[in-house]
């Protein structure tokens, strides 16, 4: 089946530690997008990606990083730097960023700090 | 700059009710798409439907209708006869005419269909 695929869906991190999550896309969409829900919000763009071995900022970037080697995949790195990173984390994927190309979503991941 | 209001938090009703969820958007641009979203309690956002600035009919889906008014600048989504499986969370989203990678949520509406 044709999807977006997100892994873990839980995951549990500690103070001062990385952590990567995993996005896999057999669409075959170019464009790629990583989203943060917090508890009674919107969602909030992190990073996108238009096209293999690009990627650009969101609105809220910082204390994240990505990398875009093959069309289907879209890893998000939370890292150490990101002072608030628990939230609901959701990649999704167009056929490319023109406005109105519908945007389809992973089940999403779950990011807890302990 | 582009913005998406669903001033609904939540929103609880009985089963066959018909509920309406409303989204208010604000946009400079005379080009621009409005989408509505489904997010069950799994997480995924199911895509419920896009409707174009330049296409102000009405659409229905089933027991699903969506009103577009610009001159009121709303989105509404109308679901009739309610049912348990209809509970989720409800985004409403814009995007401009550039490109999507500024596509703008609404908070989203919770609603909690009682059997």
């Known amino acids: 089946d044709g999807g977006i695929t997100q892994s873990p869906k839980y995951l549990f991190r500690k103070e001062g530690q990385n952590v990567t999550l995993s996005c896999e896309q057999n669409?075959?969409?170019?464009?790629m997008y990583w989203y943060r829900q917090d508890p009674g919000q919107g969602l909030r763009l992190i990073y996108y990606s238009q096209i293999v071995n690009d990627f650009q900022k969101g609105d809220i970037a910082e204390g994240y990083s990505v990398s875009r080697e093959k069309k289907e995949s879209f890893p998000l790195t939370v890292t150490s730097a990101q002072k608030n990173p628990t939230a609901f984390y959701l990649c999704a994927s167009s056929i490319d960023t023109t406005s109105g190309n519908t945007i389809y979503f992973g089940e999403g991941s779950w990011l807890t700090v302990v | 700059a582009q913005k998406v209001t669903q001033a609904q938090t939540e929103i609880s009703v009985v089963e066959k009710e018909d509920v309406t969820l409303d989204c208010v958007y604000e946009t400079r641009d005379t080009t621009y798409y409005l989408f509505w979203y489904k997010q069950p309690p799994s997480g995924e956002l199911v895509f419920l439907i896009r409707r174009n600035s330049f296409d102000e009919q009405n659409e229905i889906s089933g027991r699903y209708s969506w009103n577009f008014q610009k001159s009121t600048s709303s989105f509404n989504f109308t679901i009739t006869a309610s049912q348990v499986v209809d509970s989720a969370v409800y985004f409403c989203a814009l995007s401009e005419s550039y490109n999507n990678n500024d596509m703008r949520f609404g908070a989203g509406t919770r609603l909690t269909v009682k059997p």
């Open positions: 669409l075959n969409h170019d464009a």
